[in-house]
């Protein structure tokens, strides 16, 4: 590969006292060849690599929260007994509203993000985001009308937008190579406890006068202690690395301060090595090009469109594959086999959203061990299966209820180990890092906006085509996603963020 002429006085920031003379090209190229030889042996501290996770994973738990709790919520706000509002009478638009509230919210943060992450960076992107959810929470527990509620919930969505497009990439870019798949997938872990927990607290709450103001409230110190934890975290190392090549500040005072960044993050376990391996991420930064500046036009270009093909296809085919639409069956499904918690929504929440996180948790332990691509193989061939199984039950195979729980149990287990952690996985490490601010922030939007589309298009297409022949398209579509990943989707298990991209890209 040519090598940019201009590429060594880029990589030699990190050589103090050199001049980019004194550096010859293959000081360049041997980051990228030896990676896999430094990375291996990459040293860090178990317990510096915890709250680096945690306090952005948080943003992940709030959403996760907003979904349980808000299932309840809407049922606490309409009921005339428990309410304590005079204006509990609202009609299916305006319960819509509450509902989708916060998903509006998400898409104007998708939106946001795009245009802000960079000039922010990762930390301060969830210090706002931690804002917004706590302003959000507040407003929306003590609205004195419908209007101001859902201003709260948009507020707080936009907060959830904010937050799932910059926690991911956090984690990626400070986490050790050989355990970034891991605490990623834990972040989805996270999410899936926010669910259950909101379902918890919705249950306990929603026969209390104004119960409803306590579900959103709960929210908030949740909120106050992400602010606070990541306002206390170092900043991502290679977003300063990132403003350094690109000539946003001063290099060698950016240098030093990833390298203390780095040291934060990693714990004393990493010792000197430090500097080092900042050097190695500077060098392997400037040979793929990311001392450019980028503009709008080429985040649908080249390497990044390559990344937005793979990111993007894996979000959307999470969503349109039926996630939302088959969980609406659940009840139904459940109490036709005669299971009489089937009757209470909650509780069938409840022990779905439990299968939800073992399921969770046995991809976060795999990931790292087995790959992305076999989880994704194997998960999404169980979604295709399950999802012709439950067409087949509403079409011709009604007396066998017990096959119909079965499958649809396989489908949440299934979209748990594959769908669900390595889409968001994949999308936070994919993108080459000066465009992984925006190629984030489109694939979120992505995300969030089908999404919509399911849950708005799902009762009309139920109405015109039937549940049964609605899940044999949602099972096609699945087929369709299978063979995407089989052609599209790489493996990047071991690899680090710079290698990802001189490799898959």
């Not at 291996?40 to 690599?49: D, G, I, N, R, T």
């Not at 979904?67 to 809407?74: F, H, L, N």
């Not at 201003?151 to 870019?173: C, D, K, N, Q, S």
């Not at 040979?287 to 469109?305: P, S």
């Amino acid at each position: 590969m040519a090598s940019d002429p201009e590429q060594p006085s880029f990589s030699s920031i990190g050589r103090v006292g050199k001049s980019s003379g004194e550096i010859d090209g293959a000081g360049v190229d041997e980051p990228l060849l030896n990676a896999g030889q430094h990375h291996s042996s990459e040293s860090y501290s178990v317990l510096a690599a915890i709250f680096p996770f945690l306090f952005p994973a948080l943003g992940g738990l709030l959403y996760g929260y907003d979904i349980g709790s808000t299932s309840s919520a809407t049922i606490s706000i309409q009921s005339a007994s428990f309410s304590g509002i005079s204006w509990y009478n609202l009609s299916s638009v305006e319960v819509g509203l509450i509902t989708s509230g916060s998903l509006y919210g998400a898409l104007i943060g998708s939106i946001l993000a795009f245009n802000i992450a960079d000039f922010l960076g990762r930390r301060k992107e969830l210090i706002l985001s931690a804002v917004l959810y706590l302003v959000g929470a507040l407003i929306t527990a003590v609205a004195p009308n419908l209007a101001i509620l859902i201003i709260g919930r948009v507020l707080f969505g936009t907060g959830i937008g904010l937050a799932m497009h910059a926690a991911p990439m956090y984690i990626a870019e400070t986490a050790p190579s050989q355990i970034r798949g891991l605490l990623i997938s834990l972040k989805e872990f996270f999410i899936v406890l926010g669910m259950v927990a909101g379902y918890v607290v919705g249950s306990l709450l929603v026969e209390t006068v104004a119960g409803w103001r306590y579900m959103y409230g709960v929210s908030t110190p949740l909120a106050v202690i992400m602010g606070i934890g990541m306002w206390w975290l170092a900043e991502s190392p290679r977003w300063l690395l990132l403003r350094a090549i690109q000539g946003k500040g001063d290099a060698r005072d950016l240098k030093e301060t990833a390298i203390n960044c780095l040291c934060r993050l990693r714990g004393e376990a990493f010792g000197d090595t430090a500097p080092a391996q900042v050097e190695e991420i500077l060098n392997e930064l400037a040979f793929v090009g990311e001392e450019k500046e980028v503009t709008f036009g080429e985040v649908f270009q080249g390497k990044c469109l390559k990344a937005l093909t793979i990111g993007c296809g894996l979000v959307l085919f999470q969503q349109i594959t039926g996630q939302p639409s088959v969980l609406y069956y659940a009840a139904s499904i459940l109490q036709s086999a005669g299971f009489s918690a089937a009757s209470d929504a909650t509780r069938v929440s409840i022990l779905l959203g439990l299968l939800k996180l073992i399921m969770t948790g046995v991809a976060v332990l795999a990931v790292d061990k087995l790959g992305r691509r076999p989880l994704l193989l194997g998960g999404v061939s169980g979604i295709a299966v399950s999802l012709f199984l439950l067409g087949s039950y509403y079409i011709f195979l009604n007396d066998a209820p017990l096959m119909a729980v079965g499958a649809l149990l396989v489908y949440v287990g299934c979209y748990q180990l594959s769908f669900g952690p390595i889409g968001w996985l994949m999308i936070s490490e994919i993108f080459p890092l000066r465009l992984r601010g925006r190629g984030l922030g489109v694939a979120v939007l992505v995300n969030f906006g089908a999404n919509a589309l399911v849950t708005f298009a799902f009762s009309p297409l139920e109405a015109w085509l039937g549940a049964g022949t609605l899940f044999y398209l949602f099972g096609v579509i699945g087929l369709v996603s299978l063979l995407f990943i089989f052609f599209v989707v790489p493996e990047t298990k071991g690899l680090t963020l710079e290698e990802i991209e001189a490799k898959c890209l």
